[in-house]
C-alpha cells in the first residue's frame, strides 16, 4: 500500500488498490519487482496518455515482454507505448510485432533485445515506411556495426538540404568522383531508413575503396553523408 501511495497517492490506495496490486502480483510472479508494475502504469499514463484501465491491462505485455526479451522494463513500456498510440497497434498486435521483431534479430544474428531498445529510443522516426520498417532497418544498422540512432541522425542531417549539397559537391571534388546523395535525401525524407542504408553504402564503396582514401578524402565522403569517420567506416 506505500509504495501504491507513493506513486499514486492516496487515490491509488483508495479506489485502485486491489487493480494495482494485483499487477505488482503479475510482475512478482514472472520475476520482476514490485514496484516496477507501478512506474510501468504510471509512465504508460503520464507518456502516452493511456487511460488508467488500459495502462493497468497493457503492464502485464510490458512485463511479459521484459522478461522474454531481456529488455529493460522502462524500455519495454517505452516500446509498446509507442506501438499501441503512435503506431495505433492493439495491445495483442503490438505485442506479436515485437515478436516478429525479436524473430527477425536471431534470424539476422543480431541480439533482440539491442534492436527493440533501439526502435524504443527512436520512435521519433516512426512514420513513412512504419514501424515494419523501423525494425528491418535496426537490424541493418546492427549488421553493420552502428546503432538506429546513429543512421536516424546521418538521414536527419540530410534534409539540411543546403549544407547537404555543398558538402556532396566538397567530396566529389575531393575523391574526383561524382557523389550523388539525391536518391539517399529522397529516402530520408519518406522516412526510409533501410533503404537510406543501402543508398549511402552505394555511395561509400567497398572497402577497399575507402581504405585506398587519405584522411581529408575519408572526412568530407562522412560530412557528406552526415557522420564521423569511424561510423563509416564500420559501414
Do not use: C, H, W, Y
Amino acid at each position: 500500500q506505500k509504495a501504491i501511495a507513493d506513486e499514486f497517492g492516496a487515490m491509488g490506495v483508495k479506489q485502485f488498490r486491489s487493480e494495482l496490486a494485483g499487477a505488482q502480483q503479475e510482475f512478482v510472479g514472472i520475476g520482476l519487482e514490485a514496484t516496477e508494475a507501478l512506474t510501468t502504469i504510471k509512465s504508460l499514463g503520464t507518456e502516452f496518455g493511456i487511460s488508467f484501465e488500459a495502462a493497468t491491462n497493457l503492464a502485464d505485455s510490458v512485463g511479459d515482454l521484459a522478461v522474454s526479451t531481456g529488455l529493460a522494463v522502462e524500455d519495454s513500456t517505452k516500446l509498446l507505448g509507442t506501438l499501441t498510440t503512435i503506431g495505433g497497434l492493439s495491445e495483442d498486435a503490438a505485442l506479436n510485432f515485437s515478436k516478429s521483431a525479436e524473430q527477425l534479430s536471431i534470424a539476422n544474428g543480431v541480439a533482440p533485445n539491442v534492436i527493440l531498445k533501439d526502435i524504443a529510443d527512436n520512435t521519433e522516426t516512426f512514420g513513412g515506411k512504419g514501424a515494419e520498417n523501423m525494425v528491418r532497418a535496426a537490424v541493418q544498422a546492427r549488421k553493420l556495426g552502428l546503432s538506429l540512432d546513429t543512421v536516424a541522425g546521418s538521414a536527419e542531417s540530410m534534409l539540411d538540404f543546403q549544407s547537404s549539397l555543398n558538402a556532396e559537391v566538397q567530396a566529389s571534388v575531393m575523391l574526383g568522383r561524382n557523389v550523388n546523395l539525391q536518391k539517399a535525401r529522397e529516402l530520408a525524407l519518406n522516412g526510409d531508413i533501410e533503404g537510406f542504408q543501402t543508398e549511402i553504402l552505394k555511395q561509400v564503396g567497398s572497402q577497399a575503396e575507402f581504405d585506398k582514401m587519405n584522411v581529408l578524402q575519408k572526412k568530407a565522403l562522412a560530412d557528406a553523408t552526415g557522420m564521423s569517420v569511424d561510423k563509416l567506416a564500420k559501414m
